[in-house]
Structure formats: structure tokens, C-alpha cells
T-cell receptor
Framework: ETGVTQSPTHLIKTRGQQVTLRCSSQ?????VSWYQQALGQGPQFIFQ???????GRGNFPPRFSGLQFPNYSSELNVNALELDDSALYLC?????????????FGEGSRLTVL | AQSVTQLDSQVPVFEEAPVELRCNYS??????LFWYVQYPNQGLQLLLK??????LVKGINGFEAEFNKSQTSFHLRKPSVHISDTAEYFC????????????FGAGTQVVVTP
């Protein structure tokens, strides 16, 4: 069984640029959630995708957007990067919007904005 | 909105000693409660969860937690820790109708020394 994989693992961008992060969900999972983990803090919920539709969003501005594809993999896009966007971005997959209560996390993409 | 407070940012503990990590949440209505562990440079892994039923929940690696509704607490315990338990531990909460959209605490760093 393949786990959750994220790419890239590390990347550096400058303010104002755009970034795309990718996530392949665990086999059999139809739900992907994205979290932002700033240094020294707990993860914060960005949004969730269920069967290619956004299914809930946290307190993040519209420049954070996402997609889910028919194979349930997902992308997180961030436009007009700001310094405070520097963080570890975690993808978590689950079945049926997380109904079982367990999320399976990838190892994250660490974004540094200079 | 839900909030989670982890009362200790860091807990030093000797190998084979017991450890307790404290977690309080804000909601007075039904909630789902979780403990996740994050080892260095890795994603989060579920230790245990409380959805309903018995207030004493047993998880992986010898951890257990007790749900206390009157005190809105969900403290994590292990009777005897190992060096390999050195990690960051996160308490999280979600509404029963918001599966997969977790509100995390700031985390507790556990450092186990010989």
C-alpha cells in the first residue's frame, strides 16, 4: 500500500512569486486535506477536497487555492507569496472526508519565502 | 470555533519514567479528539483517537488518553517511555460534522534522556 507522497520536499521562492505543491494520496483514499505548519506551531487547516470538490476551508485568503484530480491526487497553489507563507505544508489523505477520524499525513513540503 | 491548548511546550523525561502530556479544548459540545506524533523531519502519525464510547482510549506504542468531558481535557499518558518516544506531540479536535478538519494545539516536545 503506497503512502502519502508530497513534492517537492523543499523549495525556496521570493516574495510575489507563485508556488504549486503536489500530493499523491494513499491508495483507496478519496479525500485530501492541506495544512500549514509554521515553525514551532501546530498545523493549521487550509482546505479539504473530496471527490474533486472543495469541502471546507480554513481561515486562509483566496490566494491559497487547490485542485483535486480524478485519481484523487491534489495540488496546493499559493499566489503572491508573502514572507509569512514560509512553512511546512502538509497533505493528509483519508476516506470519505475523514469519517473514520484518521488522517494519513505525508512528510510535507517545506517552503521558504525570501 | 474550537481551540486546543497544550499546557506544556516541552517535557523532559528520563527513560523508563512515566509521562503525561496535557491537552484542554474549548468546546462544550460533542467533539472528536486526537493525539498525533511527529518525529523529526516526518509527517504526523495518529497515536489514538476518541470518537465516542469508553473515555479511556488506548493507542499505539503503549500510549493511552482519558477523555474528561467535565474538565474538557484529553491528557495523554505513557507509563514508561523509551528514547524513541522523543518527538513532538499534537493534540487535535474536530466537530463530529467536520471530519478531517482538525484544529491542532501548538504541540509538546518530549525529550527522553537516558
Amino acid at each position: 500500500e503506497t503512502g502519502v507522497t508530497q513534492s517537492p520536499t523543499h523549495l525556496i521562492k521570493t516574495r510575489g512569486q507563485q508556488v504549486t505543491l503536489r500530493c499523491s494520496s494513499q491508495s483507496g483514499h478519496n479525500t485530501v486535506s492541506w495544512y500549514q505548519q509554521a515553525l514551532g506551531q501546530g498545523p493549521q487547516f487550509i482546505f479539504q477536497y473530496y471527490r474533486e470538490e472543495e469541502n471546507g476551508r480554513g481561515n486562509f485568503p483566496p490566494r491559497f487555492s487547490g485542485l483535486q484530480f480524478p485519481n484523487y491526487s491534489s495540488e496546493l497553489n499559493v499566489n503572491a507569496l508573502e514572507l509569512d507563507d514560509s512553512a511546512l505544508y502538509l497533505c493528509a489523505s483519508s476516506t470519505d472526508r475523514g469519517k473514520t477520524g484518521e488522517l494519513f499525513f505525508g512528510e510535507g513540503s517545506r517552503l521558504t519565502v525570501l | 470555533a474550537q481551540s486546543v491548548t497544550q499546557l506544556d511546550s516541552q517535557v523532559p523525561v528520563f527513560e523508563e519514567a512515566p509521562v503525561e502530556l496535557r491537552c484542554n479544548y474549548s468546546s462544550s459540545v460533542s467533539v472528536y479528539l486526537f493525539w498525533y506524533v511527529q518525529y523529526p523531519n516526518q509527517g504526523l502519525q495518529l497515536l489514538l483517537k476518541y470518537l465516542s464510547g469508553s473515555t479511556l482510549v488506548k493507542g499505539i506504542n503503549g500510549f493511552e488518553a482519558e477523555f474528561n468531558k467535565s474538565q474538557t481535557s484529553f491528557h495523554l499518558r505513557k507509563p514508561s517511555v523509551h528514547i524513541s518516544d522523543t518527538a513532538e506531540y499534537f493534540c487535535a479536535v474536530s466537530d463530529p460534522d467536520s471530519w478531517g478538519k482538525l484544529q491542532f494545539g501548538a504541540g509538546t516536545q518530549v525529550v527522553v534522556t537516558p
